[in-house]
């Protein structure tokens, strides 16, 4: 079992930057490669990075490459989300996710994944 907690939301400007995090606890952190996801109003959940057990390899969906980057300290079991350049169509409750046993290839689907946290609001004022 593991338990994750979300923090870092809040409201900002387009343009602005946050940085999110997703604290663990329980279960060996390393273990797990982490994910982060989000969800707006009235659609549905969506894949926005991943990052392997041991950092080295992420993948980001297409709309956020450049902007955002995800990043982990296995010490502090802490998976990290910084967002630059925000935009308004980024508002969304930002969830972050961790999977214990991962097929290569399916990071950006849901049910890989078996923990997950309570969500953060992130909003972009235009």
């Known amino acids: 079992q593991v338990q994750l907690v979300e923090s870092g939301g809040g409201l900002v400007q387009a343009g602005g930057s946050l940085r999110l995090s997703c604290v663990a606890s329980?279960?060996?952190?390393?273990?797990?490669?982490m994910g982060w996801f989000r969800q707006a109003p009235g659609k549905e959940r969506e894949f926005v990075a991943h990052?392997?057990?041991?950092?080295?390899?992420?993948y980001y969906v297409d709309s956020v490459k450049g902007r955002f980057t995800i990043s982990r300290d296995n010490a502090k079991n802490t998976v990290y989300l910084l967002m630059n350049s925000l935009k308004p169509e980024d508002t969304a409750v930002y969830y972050c996710a961790a999977a214990l046993r991962i097929s290569p290839g399916n990071y950006y689907l849901s049910p890989t994944y078996d923990y997950w946290g309570q969500g953060t609001q992130v909003t972009v004022s235009s």
């Open positions: 329980g279960r060996s952190f390393s273990v797990y490669a």
């Open positions: 990052i392997t057990r041991s950092g080295y390899s992420t």
